[in-house]
């Protein structure tokens, strides 16, 4: 029995969601443990369409325990919309148990005004955030100026911290973003209602995860957005504000790296990004308007078009390495049926080096990096009826073994369409001792 956290390889998007759902089956316990609202985790479920941005993808389990941990930014409007959303739709099973920490930070009103300003600067760089506020919501929690969930139980303490930071904020948007100031009453008035709203689910989320480990459950830590997203790792800038990368799935739930038994990467069969930075196997042509219209790659958050490109195993190869990935999920093959040929990236080449392994570091150097590919017969036949392996296509058996071969990480489970049940399931992640 163990432990197994669930990592994009991209940059995001990869279809996390539905793999976290399947997954969360199995477990007991769901984590997040990064990010906020900016995730957008798409799942079908009796054909019905629901997308999550905060709460776990396991709340739809019956009995399941899930965590908000403390190295997520939480709005906790969002996550009352979110709950309401789930309970309308009768989505929320009567035995799931729900917790925030209280010691993640808040998502305030200043940090999505500031985002949202920043980004409108025509003078500014873009990063194409999903304007929510999780970069500076991030930047108060390291320069520790930050309101944590906690905080909002000390009404005195709250309100000091509120005008405190309101001082400095409302400088910022009067002075530098010429913006109307935020009122503090207001904001103080609201937090606090809420905070009753949402006091039941409060809680030190550390212990409950440390309780349940004691006691055998298992425990799926669900990862937001992809590995080169990572604010480390990743194309910075153009990357989220939190470690996306497997190691962040300890602290930012307060639990030992002893916990983490597997981590299982998720990787589309094609690669997207939402907003601005590289991508060297970017298809601007009728292939990746194929890719984004069969594979409705629109944002989950925002609603944008995804950039669509070729599958790039220079980012998988990077992400399998940073994260300790042993085991892949390969997620939407189905929407590369129909295409004459398919292509993989093998590595980069510029006039000086090659690449196989690693991203260069500089934004300069990758731009300058011309793709390599390897190219594939395509396949017509419809392939989500699927359920093994050997019920593929010889084409798309021959494109999985070479993706598998580049990644050096085991293919566990391929999805071939959007509903649970269709997915060709090799091995599971939470019994196999090997991966
Ligand atoms: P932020 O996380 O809103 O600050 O946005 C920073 C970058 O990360 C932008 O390029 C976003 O499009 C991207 N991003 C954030 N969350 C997600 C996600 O869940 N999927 C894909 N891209 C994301």
């Not at 809680?203 to 669900?222: H, M, N, V, W």
Request: proline fraction near 4%.
């Amino acid at each position: 029995m163990a432990n197994v956290a669930v990592i994009g390889t991209q940059w995001g998007d990869e279809g996390k969601g539905k793999i976290v759902d399947l997954y969360a089956e199995k477990a007991d316990v769901v984590a997040r443990f990064q990010g906020g609202n900016n995730a957008g985790h798409t799942l079908v479920v009796k054909g019905r369409k629901t997308i999550l941005h905060l709460i776990p993808s396991g709340i739809l389990h019956n009995g399941k325990t899930c965590i908000i941990g403390n190295g997520v930014v939480f709005d906790p409007f969002v996550f009352l919309e979110e709950l309401e959303e789930l309970k309308r739709g009768d989505l929320l099973p009567p035995d799931t148990k729900l917790r925030i920490s209280e010691k993640a930070h808040l998502i305030m009103p200043y940090h999505r005004r500031i985002d949202q300003a920043r980004e409108a600067r025509s003078s500014g760089k873009k990063i194409g955030t999903t304007g929510r506020g999780i970069g500076p919501a991030y930047e108060d929690k390291a320069a520790r100026t930050g309101i944590r969930v906690g905080d909002l139980y000390e009404e005195n303490l709250f309100r000091e911290k509120l005008r405190q930071a309101l001082e400095e904020k409302n400088f910022l948007l009067a002075n530098f973003f010429h913006e109307k100031p935020l009122d503090e009453e207001e904001i103080a008035a609201q937090y606090l209602a809420c905070a009753e709203k949402i006091k039941p689910y409060v809680a030190d989320t550390s212990l409950i995860l440390d309780r349940e480990a004691r006691q055998g459950r298992k425990i799926l830590f669900e990862g937001a957005q992809g590995s080169h997203l990572d604010v480390d790792h990743g194309t910075y800038p153009y990357v989220t504000s939190s470690n996306t990368v497997a190691a962040n799935a300890s602290s930012g739930s307060g639990v030992g790296p002893h916990l983490l038994d597997r981590v299982v990467g998720i990787c589309k069969a094609y690669t997207t990004r939402v907003g601005e930075g590289p991508f060297p196997t970017e298809l601007k042509d009728e292939i990746g308007d194929h890719l984004q219209k069969v594979g409705q790659e629109f944002g989950a958050t925002t609603g944008r078009k995804r950039r669509c490109g070729w599958l790039d195993m220079v980012l998988i190869r990077q992400a399998v390495r940073v994260s300790g990935i042993s085991a892949l999920a390969i997620t939407k093959l189905d929407v590369l049926t129909g295409l004459d040929k398919v292509k993989i990236c093998v590595g980069y080449k510029t006039a000086e080096a090659e690449h196989t392994h690693a991203l260069p570091s500089s934004n300069a150097k990758l731009a300058a990096c011309e793709p390599v590919f390897e190219e594939f017969d395509g396949w017509k036949e419809d392939i989500s009826h699927a359920r093994e392996i050997a019920e593929l296509p010889a084409n798309t058996r021959k494109y999985l073994k070479r993706l598998e071969e580049l990644a050096d990480a085991r293919i566990i489970l391929v999805s071939v369409g959007p509903g649970r049940e269709e997915t060709i399931v090799l091995e599971d992640p939470f019994l196999n001792k090997n991966l």
